[in-house]
């Protein structure tokens, strides 16, 4: 970790952005990378999502909520869009969007099949860099789809590189660069090279269109684009719209403009005639099949594209040049804005404000690759925020419901909730739509960069647009009633700390909203997924899709109901959390010390039902195996543990927070209601008074495990035969990959075995696995909680790392060794092969491939290969957290002034 000096260019427009309303943030990358095959645009009467609308209807039809592009900008409503369309003149549609493989034509679920790399960004979009790499022979949509859709489970995916599409080199690097000159002053450079042996044509369209908002029985106005003609050297568009005014787009050149409508065309789709000749797909059908009657003659309409047709040698390389701005540009006079020198001058300005802003927020102890990765994974989250929008009352209208009585269908019990949002999104093409738990892991690494954004990214979950009226939390439009762990109150409490640290006072106001909103989740936890009052919690599938022996969002086909380990812990941390948030209210405010020793008293009651010995019902502790398991409770009373060594039984391993004494020192009221408590409750003494030492410097610890449960649970974690990679913790042992666990239920047998690559079940659309590989959100939760549980127990406290290798570790050590082999994913070794690519030899054998990084959605167990969402930053992005947290931290500062103490005197990433 390191001080930021927030002194250059990007830190002085993010303070005008936060303390000016300077509109920095109102243009940005917001565009998905696909709007088709989601929720928010289905219409049909199955639910069927990918089949309503799916690739080949998307360049004809126009979408109700949002768009989509290749490199897009928008403003934060998406009234306008801009982005790169392409043809290489052979394939048999333009490259308006990406392409990929929906849930039933992928072998392992969706699947984007482009090669596309996020190369740069900055948290005011004044500086945003991609390439994608686009063949130069013709696109192989048909065996893609055919290829995979034959192959099993078992059988590896067949992406693009395997088509052979790529051959000698034939493609074109395409580079799209934005640079901001002004909050209202876009800049768009887009730059081919041809990296084939052979001279090649390209058609480069940098289009300009509004989102459709005119065709849906509203009055809103129609924007209009137009042609503005005579000006010297450029081609020149002027638009206008009722909520943005007037925009002007220039092109340095005199190119060729096609105009159409951004409307559906009808006639392809459905057969019926259209209003008018000018669609949706008109641009496609001039450019691909020469229609010259597609586009409309009189240079008007509400999309437009700047057609560009170029011939590259071998090597070449041609730059086109584009700027979107609010300052008019007059018809018949030049405009020094079309200078292609003025124009570089911008784009390298910001690019060297985008390198002094990383200069000074990297630790200097970081390596030049660690910087890479880091710099790369944060251009990869900065480049996925996208405009969502929804308003579930409006859509289950459209859908002839009356959203009041339309329960039993899909997101029928969310009418409330309302969207017109910039979200952080997972992927924006594989999951281009929010999910709870994922924006809270990445508001912790986006605080890094930016703290007002990942504040507001938490409450917009929380605020009553979204926040369900009896205290749930939307999980994914998929399924906005789905359970997702409830970890925003740790994400919530981490970004105050993180500005406290920086600026010397956090924002009280701010966390005092959010803690109020939390309680009321809080609340809802508690009164719906504890189903017998025992203080052991339930939730579904809980965001780890196939981890279960069954599907655990369905009814169990024993009946009865689960005791989660992994539910009972998140709430464990979640009582934890809320403590911490409390007393930090407290300083102020001495009431919340109740609320303080309330969550303390939650947290008891949980402790207690963990642990609970006495009697004769079973408990998910596991004395024998020494591992937590989820408890399977049959309708007639009977218990059963399912003996599945997975990350749901290391999850109580998380909930391990520290209360400083810093704290008991200044409220010791708390501490002696606590002890009052504790005296009063026998079975909360049982379970307080061994295992959880204060410390030599007075540390509290809070955790659901003593001392010898700690060391057996650390003993499997830590084994190289069970969870423990080369590359982090595995989410399932490799103790089942011979040991398989099955259980027979009226003739069904059901197994778990460990699959450390690709799921081989359907179960949650079967696109990721929870069987084996490894996700950095849960070893994120595991360092923290090994860092908390140093502070404790101190250096003396050791365990063999890995587990019967002699060697012995702190668990300051350990959790060091944790994140080094995390990092090491996407670090190259001494060949130049990054593991995250698993067996493609082009990441590391081709100067125009090496140092291009995705960040994927989880990596295969024992190599490291990236798998699932080949983009997800999301999560990932942690990566970047990593150095920061270890990069000059040692044991002595962890254990002189806590994680607390370090936190405030040290800026940069945090996990605590």
């Given amino acids: 970790m390191t001080s930021a000096a927030p002194s250059g260019a990007e830190q002085r427009r993010l303070r005008e952005a936060g303390t000016t309303g300077a509109g920095w943030r109102r243009w940005g990358p917001y565009l998905s990378d696909r709007q088709w095959g989601t929720v928010r645009e289905d219409y049909s009467a199955d639910g069927e999502a990918w089949t309503y609308l799916g690739h080949d209807q998307a360049r004809s039809r126009a979408y109700r909520w949002g768009e989509d592009g290749i490199a897009g900008f928008s403003d934060d409503q998406q009234w306008m869009c801009l982005a790169v369309a392409m043809w290489n003149g052979r394939d048999p549609i333009l490259k308006e969007r990406f392409f990929g493989l929906t849930n039933a034509e992928g072998n392992h679920g969706e699947d984007v099949k482009e090669y596309y790399f996020h190369l740069d960004a900055t948290p005011t979009h004044s500086y945003q860099r991609m390439l994608y790499k686009y063949p130069q022979r013709e696109f192989p949509y048909g065996d893609l789809v055919a290829t995979n859709r034959s192959r099993s489970r078992t059988e590896f995916e067949y992406e693009l590189l395997d088509t052979g599409v790529f051959a000698e080199n034939r493609y074109f690097d395409v580079v799209v660069e934005y640079a901001k000159a002004g909050p209202e002053d876009v800049l768009l450079r887009i730059t081919a090279h041809n990296r084939g042996p052979d001279p090649a044509d390209l058609r480069l369209l940098p289009t300009l269109w509004f989102r459709n908002t005119w065709s849906w029985g509203s009055n809103g106005n129609r924007p209009h684009l137009r042609e503005v003609p005579g000006v010297p050297g450029a081609s020149v568009v002027a638009a206008t719209h009722h909520r943005l005014g007037d925009r002007w787009l220039l092109c340095q050149g005199a190119h060729r403009l096609l105009f159409t409508s951004n409307d559906t065309n009808a006639e392809r789709l459905f057969g019926t005639p259209n209003p008018s000749p000018y669609v949706k797909d008109g641009i496609d059908r001039f450019v691909v099949g020469g229609d010259d009657t597609a586009v409309n003659p009189a240079a008007t309409g509400t999309k437009v594209a700047v057609d560009v047709a170029m011939t590259l040698p071998p090597g070449g390389s041609a730059t086109i040049r584009v700027r979107l701005t609010d300052e008019a540009v007059v018809a018949g006079r030049p405009d020094a804005r079309t200078d292609p020198q003025a124009f570089d001058e911008i784009v390298q300005q910001r690019r060297d404000e985008a390198d002094e802003f990383y200069r000074d927020l990297l630790a200097p102890e970081l390596s030049d690759d660690e910087r890479q990765v880091v710099r790369q994974a944060l251009a990869g989250m900065l480049w996925s925020k996208q405009y969502f929008g929804y308003d579930v009352e409006q859509w289950l209208g459209e859908h002839g419901l009356d959203p009041l009585e339309a329960r039993g269908v899909r997101n029928g019990d969310w009418f409330h909730l309302l969207a017109h949002d910039v979200i952080s999104m997972p992927d924006t093409w594989e999951y281009p739509w929010f999910a709870a738990w994922d924006l809270a892991f990445h508001a912790v690494t986006l605080g890094m960069v930016d703290l007002a954004f990942a504040k507001a990214q938490l409450d917009l979950l929380l605020s009553r647009r979204y926040l369900h009226p009896n205290g749930q939390i939307p999980a994914y439009e998929w399924n906005f009633s789905d359970v997702n762990p409830p970890v925003h109150a740790w994400a919530t409490y981490l970004l105050y700390e993180l500005e406290k640290s920086r600026t010397g006072r956090g924002d009280r106001a701010w966390l005092e909203n959010a803690f109020h909103k939390l309680a009321k989740n809080f609340t809802w936890w508690v009164n719906r997924k504890d189903v017998d009052g025992r203080n052991v919690f339930q939730g579904g599938f809980l965001g780890l899709d196939n981890i279960g022996v069954f599907d655990r969002s369905a009814p169990l086909p024993t009946g009865g109901h689960l005791d989660q380990a992994d539910g009972t812990a998140w709430m464990a941390l979640y009582c934890q959390n809320m403590l911490q948030i409390a007393v930090e209210l407290a300083e102020e405010d001495p009431v919340y010390l109740e609320q303080a020793q309330t969550f303390f008293e939650h947290f008891a009651w949980i402790a207690v039902a963990v642990n609970h010995t006495s009697g004769k019902a079973e408990t998910m502790w596991d004395e024998e195996d020494g591992f937590f398991y989820d408890l399977l409770r049959r309708p007639d009373g009977s218990a059963t543990r399912l003996r599945v060594r997975s990350m749901v039984g290391l999850l109580p391993l998380a909930a391990a927070t520290v209360i400083g004494p810093e704290v008991t020192g200044k409220y010791p009221e708390l501490l002696a209601d606590a002890q009052g408590f504790i005296a009063r409750h026998p079975s909360v003494a049982a379970v307080s008074s061994e295992g959880r030492p204060r410390g030599e410097r007075g540390y509290h610890l809070l955790a659901l495990f003593d001392e010898p449960r ?203």
């Avoid at 089942?736 to 079940?761: C, I, K, M, N, W």
């Fill in 710 to 912: 700690l060391r057996r649970i650390l003993e499997r974690m830590l084994d190289e035969e069970e969870f423990l990679s080369p590359y982090g913790i595995r989410s399932l042992s490799r103790h089942h990959a011979a040991q398989p666990y099955d259980l027979e239920v009226d003739g069904r047998r059901f197994q778990v075995s460990y699959q450390p690559a690709e799921s081989d079940t359907g179960m949650f659309g079967g696109n990721s696995n929870w069987r084996g590989p490894i996700w950095f959100p849960m070893n994120v939760l595991m360092i923290r909680a090994l860092l908390n549980l140093h502070v404790c127990y101190g250096d003396d406290f050791t365990v063999e790392c890995p587990t019967g290798s002699g060697t012995r570790m702190t668990l300051f050590e350990v959790a060091r060794e944790i994140a080094n082999r995390l990092t090491r994913i996407f670090l190259p070794g001494e060949d130049g092969h990054r593991p995250c690519y698993g067996g493609q030899s082009v990441f590391a054998g081709d100067d125009h491939w090496r140092d291009l990084v995705t960040f994927s959605e989880y990596f295969h167990g024992d190599n490291g290969a990236g798998l699932g969402a080949s983009h997800q930053t999301g999560w990932t992005g942690l990566v970047a957290v990593l150095p920061h947290l270890f990069a000059g931290l040692t044991s002595e500062d962890l254990l002189e002034r806590g994680l607390i103490g370090v936190r405030r005197e040290r800026s940069g990433g945090d996990v605590r």
